[in-house]
């Protein structure tokens, strides 16, 4: 769409969008004559009248490269068809009749990943459609077009993420796990589906995978030959194992094949020194233990060297959820423990871990979005310079779940999902909350920021 006055009025007229409120699931049809009024960041608007041309902004494409000034993007349907900031480039094809928008003075960024979102919730009888439908939409708002669902009632959440793909429920690309399986040696108030012998485990991962889940999520109370079996088992099925392990360490999760481990903390008494592993099982041997093993652990010491080393050599990605430490630690008397845990990422990022970007909402009461923003705020308190950070949202979420050859970075061929934003998060990753528009399958959600054209007249991106 271009904003010159004259053509933004022709096109916009035959546009239809989707209003979006937190009560609704689908919006209704509308056709407007003039630009967009504010619609509370909530208006989802399908791309039915050609191709885009994004002209202008600086792109940061999440391969980690250096921000490319002058960009030019071409969206079609729902692929990026054409990126160059050269300006002697020509368009492969003839896009003469595209609406072209001017974004000079904008950022571009991918859609980002939460590879940590309980959207159908985690904790036992607490499923509920219309939150798990607005956490859905708040995700999308913030610029979240990707997410791993990391846990929860099978059946509802392998609704929602198919749902979501066949356009009855508006959020972001949903990849999915089903109930834990846990133990019941070690009860725990999430939906889990208790198991006892390697047979308990086979049975329930062929379960899952008639059910229609894309992982198996493994949980704290399983030893290392249930780990075995599970991992074995899924792999069969071509499904991946994610795991919030205990009786396992992160040593041997890595060793036996699991796919991904979860949050930054690795609670268990076999990643202690012998002498302080007597104390943690003295003094509160517990999978939720996490101030007390912070306190006992020698992040310098052979039992950690050894873990970060078999997560490398195996190529197993840790999603920190660091949000959720900061919470643990914030009361003044476990404050001492956080720049610990600020270490301990910045070690597995500094000797290769692939780091990923999730927050364990609804968790701890955070908020689906902004504290995935907030996620990122705190990977560059740890040390991680923010170009990585973006990387780490972006390009490792697809490369963990296995689509990076369809989303994860902008280049052509790839599916349409990216944030514009007003202000350079390579400057500050805090500006990624700064967003104008989020476009998401090739389909834009306005935000209530307005562009402004050279003459100040204000337009909605659409």
Known sequence: MSFLPSATTAVIASMSFLFISPTMTLGYTYTFQ??????????????????????GATLIDGTGALPKPNTTIVIDGNRIVFVSNNTADNFDRNFSAAN??????????????????????????SYNQSESEYALRMLLTHGITTIRNSGGPTE????????????????????????????????????????????DVRQEVRTQVVAGVDYIKLYVGLTPDLVKAAVDEAHFYGKKVIGHLYMTSWTDAANLGIDALTHGVPVSPFLLSEANQQKF??????????????????????????????????????????????????ESQYQYLWPKVLQLTKMLYDNGVTILSG??????????????????????????????????????????????EDVGTIEPGKQADMIVLSDNPVNEISNTKKIEAVINNGRFIESQNKIKNNDETVYSLY
């Not at 003039?34 to 041309?53: D, E, H, K, M």
């Open 34 to 55: 003039s630009t967009l009024p504010s619609l509370s960041n909530q208006t989802l608007t399908s791309n039915n009248t050609g191709a885009v041309i994004l002209e």
């Open 156 to 199: 509802q959440s392998v609704a929602l993420r198919d749902n979501v793909s066949k356009g009855r429920i508006v959020g972001p690309q949903i990849f999915t796990a089903g109930q834990l399986l846990n133990t019941p040696q070690i009860p725990v108030p999430f939906v889990e589906k208790k198991v006892q012998t390697k047979q």
């Open 359 to 404: 927050t364990d909402i609804p968790n701890f009461d955070l908020v689906p979005g902004t504290s995935l923003h907030h996620e990122l705020e705190i990977l560059v308190e740890a040390g991680i310079p923010p170009l990585e950070v973006i990387k780490i949202a972006t390009r490792n979420g697809a490369q963990a779940l296995g689509t990076e």
């Open 281 to 330: 099982l003295e003094s509160g041997d517990h999978p939720f233990n996490h101030l007390l093993w912070l306190d006992l652990v020698d992040l310098n010491g052979p039992e950690i060297n050894n873990m970060i080393s078999a997560l490398v050599s195996n190529d197993i990605p840790v999603d920190p959820t660091l949000d959720i430490y900061e919470i643990i630690t914030k």
């Open 100 to 125: 072209s928008v001017n974004l000079t003075g904008k950022y571009i960024i991918p859609g980002l990943f939460d590879m940590h979102a309980h959207v159908a919730s985690v904790l036992k009888d």
